[in-house]
Every structure is written in structure tokens, then in C-alpha cells.
């Protein structure tokens, strides 16, 4: 079974989001952008497709049931599995824009 992971961006520069989508699609993700705003809260859910979040700008920190928290930041990426319960709310002052992917 697969299990919920994070990459930690290294790049010497911010992350574009026309390449990373690219890359995205390229590993076969259905890939959308997406924003929330400053103090946005997603209680606990799960998917029933495999999806990875890429932060484009803003910090999200997302809750893993049995794995904890995790805070991404521009850059950073993370790779759930489908029924993974989770939670998510945007930390700091700025709203965050992300990279959604999913795929079966």
C-alpha cells in the first residue's frame, strides 16, 4: 500500500507553474490550479483518487491522519493516497496557490 509522502522543493529559484504542471501531466495526474484565501480551514475528508498538491505561492498545512502535520511551501509537493483523511488550512498572511493533482 502506498503511503503519504512530501518533497521538499530545492530549487535555486520559485517554482513556475507551467513547468510543474507539465511535469504533473507527464506522470499521468489530471492537473487543475487552485487557490484559497488567508485562514481558509478544509475539515477531515478523503479522496477516492490519488491526488498530489504542488504550492505554487502561500503555505498550506495539511493534517495526515496517522502521519501528522505538514506545512508546503512554494515549491514543496506531496503525494496522497486515495482514503487518505486529511485536513488542510492555509498559515500565514497570504492566501495560497497550489497545484491539484489526481489521478485513479
Do not use: C
Not at 478523503?46 to 498530489?52: A, F, I, L, T, V
Not at 502561500?58 to 495526515?64: D, F, H
Amino acid at each position: 500500500m502506498e503511503e503519504y509522502r512530501v518533497e521538499k522543493w530545492t530549487g535555486p529559484s520559485p517554482p513556475q507553474a507551467g513547468d510543474l504542471t507539465r511535469r504533473m501531466r507527464a506522470e499521468g495526474y489530471n492537473v487543475f490550479q487552485w487557490s484559497d484565501g488567508v485562514g481558509a480551514v478544509y475539515p477531515d475528508h478523503e479522496h477516492s483518487d490519488h491526488q498530489s498538491h504542488w504550492v505554487i505561492s502561500g503555505v498550506l498545512e495539511l493534517n495526515i491522519r496517522g502521519f501528522g502535520k505538514v506545512a508546503l511551501k512554494p515549491g514543496d509537493r506531496d503525494f496522497m493516497p486515495a482514503g487518505t483523511v486529511h485536513s488542510a488550512r492555509v498559515i500565514g498572511n497570504e492566501p495560497v496557490l497550489y497545484l491539484i493533482g489526481a489521478k485513479d
